[in-house]
């Protein structure tokens, strides 16, 4: 089945579907996707979905895959849920990060699938490197040479997502504060996050008018030393996610960790997802 026949796979694995499995209880894509890729669905929706997962790693590496195995691989395999916190999709200038491991320091990871073009590449990591200072890129062992011819002499980190389903680092990402920018750090923090940030370096907020609020914060963060700007940084980032960690590792089938992990379940969330993926398939 030729890549354009995959476009289907792009939409199984995501929030709305998994929205879908907890208040409807199914899900027209998964429908679609099991009668189309899975010869017998006579199966437990946990079945199923881990048979459509083991057939897009062969077949469809997309980038959600890439993400999975980060979140399962680095986060779960080589860290703590207590110590480590994991972001996505964080805007920074005209990019989005695709994935970032916080603990005591932080690491950005650009995703490059043998589906994606590196078109993007060099620019993206411009961006990265103005707010955080370990970047790495991780694609497949088909774009490897392409990847690293790209990135010679760079600090750029770089991993490939083996057949094997490991990651291999090819090389660690070396840290670079060279081209750190506080504006652009600034500008990925929420407002919550600048004004905690504001407080605890100067003991209170600026008194202000509201429509002045934003830029005179600002102005206060790019009066902080650099160190100790991206230290509250990542400190205010790493609280983003709180999660159950007792639900989450022994209850969520690998092939959903990342979706879970950023769809902000409650306990009844869970239970919901149990009684989904515990029942026979009902297309």
Not at 2 to 27: E, P, Q, V, Y
Not at 157 to 173: A, D, V, W, Y
Not at 220 to 226: A, E, Q, S, V
């Amino acid at each position: 089945m030729g890549a354009n026949n995959h476009h289907m796979l792009n939409r199984l694995f995501t929030r709305n579907t998994l929205s879908d499995f907890l208040k409807l209880k199914k899900s027209d894509i998964y429908t679609k996707s099991a009668k189309t890729y899975i010869n017998n669905t006579h199966l437990p929706n946990r079945t199923l979905l881990r048979e459509i997962y083991q057939y897009m790693f062969k077949h469809h590496r997309n980038e959600y895959i890439y993400k999975n195995t980060l979140l399962n691989k680095l986060l779960l395999g080589r860290h703590s849920l207590n110590t480590t916190t994991a972001l996505t999709e964080v805007p920074v200038g005209k990019s989005k990060a695709d994935f970032i491991l916080i603990n005591g320091s932080a690491i950005v990871y650009e995703i490059k699938t043998e589906l994606d073009t590196l078109d993007r590449l060099n620019g993206q990591l411009e961006n990265y490197y103005k707010v955080f200072d370990k970047v790495c890129v991780i694609t497949s062992p088909s774009n490897y040479e392409k990847v690293r011819a790209m990135l010679d002499n760079s600090n750029v980190g770089i991993c490939i997502l083996t057949n094997r389903n490991t990651i291999s680092t090819k090389r660690e990402p070396v840290s670079d504060t060279s081209k750190l920018d506080l504006e652009a750090m600034f500008k990925i923090l929420r407002k919550e996050e600048f004004e905690n940030i504001i407080k605890s370096y100067y003991g209170d907020l600026p008194q202000v008018k509201q429509v002045e609020h934003f830029k005179v914060c600002l102005n206060f963060f790019k009066n902080i030393d650099l160190d100790s700007a991206y230290k509250y940084m990542l400190a205010e980032l790493k609280k983003r996610k709180k999660i159950q960690d007792n639900y989450f590792k022994d209850r969520v089938p690998y092939e959903i960790k990342f979706l879970v992990y950023f769809s902000d379940f409650k306990e009844r969330d869970y239970e919901k997802l149990e009684q989904f993926l515990d029942k026979n398939f009902g297309g």
